[in-house]
């Protein structure tokens, strides 16, 4: 675990962004976070799927992925009202570089940095993950977005540990 960057000018109740790949646990760690730090959860896909009416599957089959993007664009820029929220983002949020200048602004960001082995582990067979392809198209996409991943505030390598002893030391880490 370690801090990347200094983080002290933002605000003690600023918003704290999950990224991560798919399967990293940004969901489960993050409701887990939220209790902690009695802190709002949200989920970023869940957030864009209430707000178009639509599951974020059916988002990329019946609008596009380019479209999909937009919406998190959107979706993230709205988060600059929150406070004492942790916020769990999708897997290609941050690898725009937009979305990490918006987040940077707004929050802190911290990497769930999970092998892909547990990542595919969890995830493989989903079919609600539209992007989950086999194991080599998953090592690529993961190599692709580890430079953007790694520019987060804080990164935590979460091994096979319980949410809630990850919860713990996120907590320690961003010294709350
Ligand atoms: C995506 C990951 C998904 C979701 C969308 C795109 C990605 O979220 O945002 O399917 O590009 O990696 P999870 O990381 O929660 O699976």
């Known amino acids: 675990m370690k801090q990347q960057a200094d983080s002290s000018n933002r605000r003690s109740d600023a918003p704290i962004f999950l990224i991560g790949f798919m399967g990293a646990g940004k969901t489960t760690v993050g409701r887990a976070l939220a209790r902690q730090l009695e802190y709002d959860f949200i989920d970023l896909d869940e957030l864009i799927a209430a707000r178009v009416g639509k599951s974020v599957q059916r988002i990329f089959e019946e609008l596009g992925e380019a479209e999909f993007r937009r919406l998190e664009r959107e979706a993230i820029r709205s988060c600059d009202r929150l406070t004492r929220a942790v916020v769990a983002l999708g897997g290609g949020a941050y690898g725009s570089e937009e979305n990490r200048v918006s987040l940077r602004e ?15 582990r969890r995830v493989s067979g989903d079919k609600s993950r539209p992007l989950l392809g086999d194991q080599d198209a998953m090592r690529e996409l993961l190599e692709r977005r580890r430079g953007a991943y790694a520019e987060a505030d804080y990164v935590v390598q979460t091994g096979e540990r319980a949410p809630e002893q990850l919860a713990i030391e996120i907590a320690e880490l961003l010294d709350k």
């Open 106 to 120: 707004i929050g802190r960001t911290l990497w769930l940095d999970c092998p892909l082995e547990i990542c595919l």
